[in-house]
């Protein structure tokens, strides 16, 4: 990591600060950091949103959902400190004077040092960005007087909601501040076995020269929820799975599997790989699209809260893409994700290629299940490579798959997985943008998906076949691999369930 833990006061000023963002995951994260004591001393957290609250009511919340998700750490001693840190004050960042109540407090607190590093985090729709940016900015609070004193802005997703409002995002952003101090979040690159995608391909010899499409027949990458809508539905009906799950986590995923190594781990050096590789992938027209998706959407949806009775926004999505360079042409790579599912599981398949000739006669009417890799995102965060074996004793010789295990819970049993906000929030403070999507990444992954989106969005578009809840997806999902020969292989999390 780059940085270092900032020994200046560090104000973080999170706006959207009501929402359940806040809630489950900034403040509970900000809270482990503090007890592992990963932050400065001289510490503040500033809420802000609309709703009217006190420091103490918004305190107290806080603390009610610390110690729902704070896990083991939670301790009401360390709160009793932690908490003082904590404070609110209303506000609407996009209308004038709408940041008063702030600046004051800010000046105030910060009186006569002016206070040092500041960390501002949106978690507000992306419209209201530039207001506040505005805002802070007529107010000074973008100025940064030295290095130590840096003023930095997490963004979270949605970044816009195609390729074209997502560079007129990006444009009024670069008006306030430089691309080396916005960090724009996908919290699916903070996973710890994401992150530990990159130490396997690159920390190890053996895999590498396996990693293409001399060996790798195609991949399948699913992101498996089990979980509705819920009490998103306005935003969901909006977004749909392509917005919310793919343009973004599944295709940062994508990118770490099939990036090239950059010389260093720095964080444009591994961004411009990402990018290369983004810039590998065909976009195909809206037509080439329409054969490459498969849209499904659960039974019931059209009843959840938000939820326009007629709506046709995909639940589920699975999708075929195809990386045109020299390392992985020809290999499909399918990607599929959707809610309602019947587990919660994030994995990567790796199916290898066959073995030219097999000298070993099997039964009739079987055939060789060649080696695969399951990457595990989450549940039960591992790698598996499962390769054949001899069964012993038998009259002839039998073959059956075995695997070899790499599993965090067994081979790191004295650690707990950290929360992704956790890891992000820290790299924010440090400086280390690795974790973080800059500009051309966001560009070229809507470039990519509006196509897909257009598909189903355009007049007279192809329409989400239904699927039961608690099943894999619509049977159309299945068609789509099937049109080259493949089919979707068991999850790993539910072969071994
Ligand atoms: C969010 C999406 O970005 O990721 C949600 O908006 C989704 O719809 C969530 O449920 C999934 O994240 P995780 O970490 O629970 O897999």
């Known amino acids: 990591m780059n940085g270092s833990i900032p020994e200046l006061p560090l104000t973080v000023v999170i706006f959207g600060a009501s929402g359940d963002l806040t809630a489950r995951k900034l403040v509970p994260s900000l809270y482990r950091l503090y007890v592992k004591g990963r932050l400065p001393t001289n510490l503040q957290i500033v809420g802000v949103s609309r709703t009217p609250l006190s420091h103490h009511e918004f305190c107290q919340r806080m603390e009610r959902s610390v110690r729902e998700f704070a896990n083991k750490e939670w301790s009401p001693e360390i709160w009793a400190t932690f908490s003082k840190t904590i404070f609110y004050t209303p506000g ?30 949106f978690s507000v729709s992306p419209e209201l960005y530039e207001g506040i940016l505005k805002r802070l900015d007529s107010a000074g609070f973008l100025e940064e007087q030295s290095a130590e004193k840096w003023r930095r802005l997490v963004v979270e997703k949605p970044f816009g909601k195609n390729l074209e409002s997502a ?29 530990n995608l990159l130490v396997f391909r690159f920390a190890n010899t053996i895999f590498e020269p396996l990693w293409n499409h001399s060996y790798i027949d195609h991949v399948q990458l699913t992101v498996a929820e089990s979980v509705l809508v819920g009490n998103r539905g306005d935003y969901y009906d909006q977004a749909g799975v392509i917005r919310d799950m793919f343009q973004n986590h599944l295709l940062q995923v994508l990118t770490v599997m099939t990036m090239e190594a950059p010389s260093k781990y720095s964080a444009d050096l591994l961004r411009n790989e990402k990018v290369k590789v983004l810039e590998a992938i065909t976009i195909p027209t809206v037509e080439e699209a329409s054969n490459q998706i498969a849209l499904g959407q659960y039974q019931g949806y059209l009843e959840e809260k938000g939820v326009p009775k007629n709506s046709k926004t995909p639940t589920f999505a699975s999708i075929k893409l195809d990386i045109d360079n020299w390392r992985w042409r020809g290999v499909p790579f399918y990607l599929r994700s959707g809610k309602g599912m019947r587990n919660r599981a994030s994995e990567i398949l790796i199916q290898f290629r066959c073995p030219p000739h097999l000298m070993f006669p099997l039964p009739p009417g079987s055939s060789l299940q060649c080696n695969r890799l399951a990457v595990c995102i989450q549940p039960d965060e591992g790698i598996h490579l499962n390769f054949q074996t001899k069964v012993p004793d038998q009259e002839k010789l039998v073959l059956k798959p075995a695997d070899m295990e790499f599993t965090y819970g067994k081979a790191y049993s004295s650690f707990s997985i950290p929360e992704s906000y956790e890891r992000l929030l820290l790299d924010a403070i440090l400086g280390d943008a690795s974790l973080f999507m800059r500009s051309d990444e966001i560009e070229r992954s809507w470039a990519i998906m509006d196509p897909f989106i257009q598909a189903y969005e355009q007049a007279n578009g192809i329409c989400p076949q239904s699927y039961p809840i608690g099943s894999m997806g619509p049977e159309n999902s299945e068609a789509l691999l099937a049109k080259t020969g493949r089919e979707w292989i068991p999850l790993y999390a539910e072969r071994n369930t």
């Open 92 to 121: 609407d960042g996009a209308s004038d004077g709408g940041l008063t109540n702030l600046e004051k407090f800010l000046v105030e607190r910060e009186a006569p040092s002016k206070g040092g590093a500041r960390l501002y985090y």
């Open 167 to 195: 560079k007129t995002l990006n444009l009024a952003m670069g008006r306030y501040l430089r691309e080396d101090q916005i960090y724009r979040i996908d919290h699916y690159l903070a996973k710890e076995n994401v992150q």
